[in-house]
């Protein structure tokens, strides 16, 4: 079994920054895919961004420029890095990890962007 813990939301104004934290409990993490999904009030969970175990990416439009996502093998974590936040980006950040047919989830940290 693999633990995800998620670190990092807060409370931030508009234009603010905040970095998420996504630390695994096992050593499959450099093997596996990692992500970031969120969820806002009365919506479903969509994708944020990816990075795969070479270190591809990929981002959803709406944070494309404005979001970075790393990951440290080493130390079994994955990062997103949110500039520019907007209210629209206010969500439950959640981490998930996809190791072969084996998918994971945190337990997810919330991001409020206040106007």
């Known amino acids: 079994q693999v633990q995800l813990v998620e670190s990092g939301g807060g409370l931030v104004q508009t234009g603010g920054s905040l970095r998420l934290s996504c630390a695994a409990s096992?050593?499959?993490?450099?093997?596996?895919?990692m992500g970031w999904y969120r969820q806002g009030p009365g919506k479903q969970r969509d994708l944020v961004a990816t990075i795969t175990s070479g270190g591809n990416t990929d981002y959803a439009d709406s944070v494309k420029g404005r979001f970075t996502i790393s990951r440290d093998n080493a130390k079994n974590t994955m990062y997103l890095q949110m500039n520019s936040l907007k209210p629209e980006d206010t969500a439950v950040y959640y981490c998930?990890?996809?190791?072969?047919?084996?998918?994971?989830w945190g337990k997810g940290t919330l991001v409020t962007v206040s106007s």
């Open positions: 998930r990890s996809v190791y072969y047919t084996r998918t994971y």
């Open positions: 096992r050593s499959i993490f450099s093997s596996s895919t």
